[in-house]
T-cell receptor, first 115, second 113 residues
Framework: AQKITQTQPGMFVQEKEAVTLDCTYDTSDPSYGLFWYKQPSSGEMIFLIYQGSYDQQNATEGRYSLNFQKARKSANLVISASQLGDSAMYFCAMRVQTSYDKVIFGPGTSLSVIP | DTAVSQTPKYLVTQMGNDKSIKCEQNLGHDTMYWYKQDSKKFLKIMFSYNNKELIINETVPNRFSPKSPDKAHLNLHINSLELGDSAVYFC????????????FGPGTRLLVL
């Protein structure tokens, strides 16, 4: 069965420091996509970054990078130079080839950036 | 330009009422979704439509009925609202491949009294 695990319900980081949000996934599908979304207190879901299962390089988008370790089935999000506006819930999600109409979300990690 | 829009943004209603939430996307996507986010922030898919055809119907009470008049619109009608239906409902859309990102609407905050 497909599953996403985020083991950190809450995280704190000092402003300007880097932080890693953990995500592990479980699937037997060889083809899948991994996504990270940010949900600030205003409630909208904002797409951050995507990693494909066949991608050779780790994805990067500005201050966001995805540490993809396929053998360990992990897709951790790294946020560099944290800003106060990064305080939000962060969700890891997965889409698999055999049921690509469905995206499975993890329970989320609440990140608080401390000034 | 709004990519995925939902109306209303807030909905407060009494138990037993029937209500609808509308969703529209202008991204040219062929697949649209409804998600429910509960008070613990857990996000779960309810329905998925591809080109107006129902693809996924998770274990959702049949009081919830999605309707897709065309591939740019997916509405959610809820009959006989219950207290447990209080949640945030998100509409999303994407193309129907594993690499494609889902884009979300702003959410509808439903409170059943």
């Amino acid at each position: 069965a497909q599953k996403i695990t985020q083991t950190q319900p809450g995280m704190f980081v000092q402003e300007k420091e880097a932080v890693t949000l953990d995500c592990t996934y479980d699937t037997s599908d060889p083809s899948y996509g991994l996504f990270w979304y940010k949900q600030p207190s205003s409630g909208e879901m904002i797409f951050l970054i995507y990693q494909g299962s066949y991608d050779q390089q780790n994805a990067t988008e500005g201050r966001y990078s995805l540490n993809f370790q396929k053998a360990r089935k992990s897709a951790n999000l790294v946020i560099s130079a944290s800003q106060l506006g990064d305080s939000a819930m962060y969700f890891c999600a997965m889409r698999v080839q055999t049921s690509y109409d469905k995206v499975i979300f993890g329970p989320g990690t609440s990140l608080s950036v401390i000034p | 330009d709004t990519a995925v829009s939902q109306t209303p943004k807030y909905l407060v209603t009494q138990m037993g009422n029937d209500k609808s939430i509308k969703c529209e996307q202008n991204l040219g996507h062929d697949t649209m979704y409804w998600y429910k986010q509960d008070s613990k922030k857990f996000l779960k898919i309810m329905f998925s439509y591809n080109n107006k055809e129902l693809i996924i119907n998770e274990t959702v009470p049949n009081r919830f009925s999605p309707k897709s008049p065309d591939k740019a619109h997916l509405n959610l009608h809820i009959n006989s609202l219950e207290l447990g239906d209080s949640a945030v409902y998100f509409c999303a859309s994407s193309h129907r491949t594993v690499q494609e990102t889902q884009y979300f609407g702003p959410g509808t905050r439903l409170l059943v009294l």
